[in-house]
């Protein structure tokens, strides 16, 4: 009986252990996923170091093939090396695109977590506020606050955080608004803590995790329509690199010397996909933390 309970223990103990081993390894995946956004950061800063030449610069013979004459990815039209104009474009979409998801947590959670901790008129006045933005075609605002402010990098990230700050405070309002319904808020409540204490230490935090996935998710969109943006002229001025204005400025090279506009569409490609990728991971972490 001894060695029958005994074996009969030995078997439930396996069954349990057996289905962590999957839940592990898929732990394991998403977090490898979510750290291609700090691969993909430190590349970025590391640029100039794997840069092979100066993006501004003509360094060979225009109109070189992929894999020729030292060009990894070929060059355009008056001899830049494409690679490097490649690199330095997927380092400013990077920064554009953290910059404004940055920004519209910062000012988005903050008119969010003023909205849903105060409530009363405060709530209805900045909510309709939020609807007004929301309420306006995001592309066609960007569009038209980059042709008032004049094409630039800094005038972009300008006009695409007006445009996306109001979905982080839609979001961080509704998380704030179910937080201050739990029991301990309550409580918190009754025993005289003060609104800016019951904010920060109550109802922030958990907002905090649901705002961080859905900004993670949000790179992957950021990345391409910025370069939406620069591909209709309203990015930085040539002759700097820019993914989606290299494209547009070579266009008429597509049937002849193709890897021209191509390959700064394949960089805004991978890293929109590196992006998706991360924010999925992301998402899998906290459902299953």
């Known amino acids: 009986m001894a060695i029958a309970a005994t074996g009969d223990s030995l078997v439930r103990a396996r069954s349990l252990r057996l289905p962590s081993l999957p839940q592990s390894r898929s732990t394991m995946i998403n977090w490898a996923g979510f750290s291609l956004v700090f691969v993909v950061t430190i590349v970025a800063v590391a640029v100039p170091l794997l840069a092979p030449h100066d993006p501004l610069l003509p360094v060979g013979m225009p109109l070189q093939a992929p894999g020729t004459h030292g060009f990894l990815l070929g060059s355009d039209s008056i001899g830049r090396d494409i690679l490097s104009r490649v690199l330095?474009?997927?380092?400013?979409?990077?920064?554009?695109?953290?910059?404004?998801?940055?920004?519209?947590?910062?000012?988005?959670?903050?008119?969010?977590?003023?909205?849903?901790?105060?409530?009363?008129?405060?709530?209805?006045?900045?909510?309709?506020i939020t609807d007004g933005f929301l309420s306006l075609p995001a592309p066609v605002l960007a569009i038209a606050v980059v042709a008032a402010l004049g094409p630039g990098f800094v005038h972009t990230l300008i006009a695409?955080?007006?445009?996306?700050?109001?979905?982080?405070?839609?979001?961080?309002?509704?998380?704030?608004?179910?937080?201050?319904?739990?029991?301990?808020?309550?409580?918190?409540?009754?025993?005289?803590?003060?609104?800016?204490?019951?904010?920060?230490?109550?109802?922030?935090?958990?907002?905090?995790?649901?705002?961080?996935?859905?900004?993670?998710?949000?790179?992957?969109?950021?990345?391409?329509?910025?370069?939406?943006?620069?591909?209709?002229?309203?990015?930085?001025?040539?002759?700097?690199?820019?993914?989606?204005?290299?494209?547009?400025?070579?266009?008429?090279?597509?049937?002849?010397?193709?890897?021209?506009?191509?390959?700064?569409?394949?960089?805004?490609?991978?890293?929109?996909?590196?992006?998706?990728?991360?924010?999925?991971?992301?998402?899998?972490?906290?459902?299953?933390?």
Request: overall charge positive.
């Open 160 to 289: 695409v955080s007006i445009v996306w700050w109001p979905f982080y405070a839609r979001l961080v309002r509704g998380e704030v608004a179910r937080l201050a319904a739990r029991p301990h808020v309550e409580a918190a409540k009754l025993a005289g803590v003060s609104r800016f204490r019951l904010a920060g230490r109550h109802l922030l935090p958990g907002a905090v995790p649901n705002a961080l996935v859905a900004a993670s998710l949000d790179l992957g969109t950021l990345i391409l329509t910025l370069a939406a943006l620069s591909f209709l002229g309203l990015g930085q001025s040539a002759p700097a690199p820019e993914l989606g204005a290299d494209s547009a400025r070579n266009l008429s090279y597509f049937l002849q010397q193709w890897w021209i506009p191509v390959m700064p569409g394949l960089g805004v490609l991978v890293l929109a996909l590196i992006g998706n990728i991360a924010g999925d991971c992301l998402r899998n972490l906290m459902k299953t933390s």
């Open 88 to 128: 330095y474009g997927v380092r400013s979409s990077w920064y554009a695109a953290l910059v404004v998801v940055a920004v519209g947590l910062l000012f988005g959670g903050l008119v969010g977590l003023i909205a849903g901790a105060t409530g009363g008129w405060v709530d209805a006045l900045l909510m309709r």
